[in-house]
């Protein structure tokens, strides 16, 4: 596989960074694996970053020092920004829009998630709103 010319910026939702963290196999490992290896650039936030270590400690169960170990990994190859706009487009799951503030603020050209909110909304501001198997197929071409 080519790295594209243009660079291709991506959010990565929460739900993507904690599946490719604890299901190996999966598209999500795959999508991250790519962005990490400079197939695309990945942009991240800190409200997304405080969703990883909430989750990873209350849904995973895990210690602080490794989710100081995994946060402090994905710091190292994600752009962060922060956003200063609020945007209340998603009423059903208001936490979701932290998602489009940080795609906005990051100029990005995808967001990757498993979230059915988002995947129903298919696009926003110019992002296009995709499963991780989607945006793999499109990597590829």
């Known amino acids: 596989m080519k790295k594209p010319r243009k660079v291709i910026r991506a ?8 599946s490719a963290t604890f299901f190996p196999k999966g598209k999500p490992r795959q999508v991250r694996s790519l962005g990490r290896r400079g197939f695309f650039q990945i942009i991240i936030s800190q409200p997304i970053l405080a969703e990883i270590r909430k989750a990873m400690n ?3 169960g895990r210690s602080d020092e490794m989710i100081a170990k995994e946060l402090k990994k994905i710091r190292k190859y994600a752009r962060i920004v922060k956003p200063k706009v609020k945007i209340n487009f998603i009423t059903t799951d208001t936490n979701d829009n932290r998602i489009l503030e940080c795609a906005v603020k990051g100029k990005s050209d995808f967001i990757v998630t498993g979230d059915k909110h988002l995947l129903e909304i298919g696009e926003y501001d110019k992002v296009k709103i995709v499963t991780a198997s989607q945006f793999l197929e499109l990597l590829m071409k």
Request: net charge negative; aromatic share 10%; proline share 0%.
């Open 11 to 18: 959010v990565l939702d929460a739900n993507i960074h904690l």
């Open 58 to 60: 209350e849904d995973f």
